[in-house]
């Protein structure tokens, strides 16, 4: 789900993530080498026959056909691959047959080992961890996730404060603080705490100016796209208002007061009020 959220995090887990789970899972590494993080090229295979079966026992299952006409140590794990793409797909059970048909004796693995079965993964649940473990940090990067985690029970003002100013103290570079403090907001909406961000930063060397945030841009885009497949006045002023609406949903659902939502969207006040009648905000 690439979004705004995501290439935050992508980046600045790529610096602490390694660390931070070494901290939850207590090892050690000895050496690490970056792989691929795509695999649609490793994914992207036809298979050989597949059909959803079901029985005269009411048994339905997926039987999946692979025909092989020489050995092939890899099988196994390309049947493995198989398995789990058809069932995330069709979430019923799956029956995997090879049928060799090759001139030398069949010679393949047809079962995995113990350590080569997924029977489940580990879960990190971050809003569960004390915000102060990751306050306590003095990387940046870090610093930010106690944003996401639990605030037991503290005051949202207080626990951004903390935030950022700590963000302050470890980064000294006017430019680091700037992006530190933008991702900061961004993230804060998962937590709805965006407008208690935007509050706080009023003493906080951050330039930000609301024409540049992400719901806003995407509201006028649509707003103008909307407008013009209209083709009339009405139709613009419409659109332009429309385009708004999805900004307006969030700033509200953060705890904007409605009149600094009327003055940054630059609509009367009742419109601000009727939109939130009709999405019960």
Do not use: C, W
């Not at 080498?33 to 090229?41: I, S």
């Amino acid at each position: 789900m690439p979004n705004q959220y995501d290439s935050i995090l992508r980046e600045n887990f790529s610096k602490i993530l390694l660390p931070f789970i070494q901290r939850r899972f207590n090892f050690e590494i000895l050496t690490e080498e970056d792989l691929p993080e795509n695999l649609q090229k490793t994914v992207n295979r036809q298979m050989d026959f597949v059909k959803r079966i079901t029985t005269k026992q009411q048994e339905e299952f997926i039987l999946h056909v692979e025909f092989q006409t020489q050995n092939d140590p890899k099988i196994i794990f390309r049947m493995n691959l198989y398995h789990a793409l058809l069932l995330e797909k069709y979430q019923l059970p799956i029956r995997s047959v090879v049928l060799y048909i090759g001139a030398k004796q069949a010679q393949m693995r047809s079962e995995l080992h113990p350590e080569e079965i997924m029977t489940g993964f580990k879960l990190v649940d971050l809003p569960s961890i004390d915000h102060q473990e990751f306050l306590n940090s003095d990387i940046p990067e870090e610093i930010i996730l106690a944003i996401l985690a639990d605030h037991q029970g503290d005051d949202p003002v207080k626990v951004m404060q903390s935030i950022q100013h700590r963000l302050i103290a470890v980064e000294n570079d006017p430019t680091e603080q700037q992006k530190f403090l933008q991702q900061l907001r961004v993230l804060s909406r998962i937590r709805k705490l965006e407008y208690v961000f935007s509050e706080n930063a009023k003493d906080m060397p951050l330039t930000f100016d609301i024409k540049e945030d992400h719901f806003y841009q995407k509201g006028v885009a649509e707003g103008k796209t909307e407008g013009r497949a209209e083709g009339r006045v009405e139709g613009k002023a419409e659109g332009k208002i429309e385009g708004k609406i999805e900004m307006i949903i969030n700033l509200l659902s953060e705890g904007m007061p409605i009149k600094k939502i009327a003055t940054i969207a630059d609509l009367p006040i009742d419109q601000i009020q009727e939109i939130k009648k009709q999405h019960k905000l």
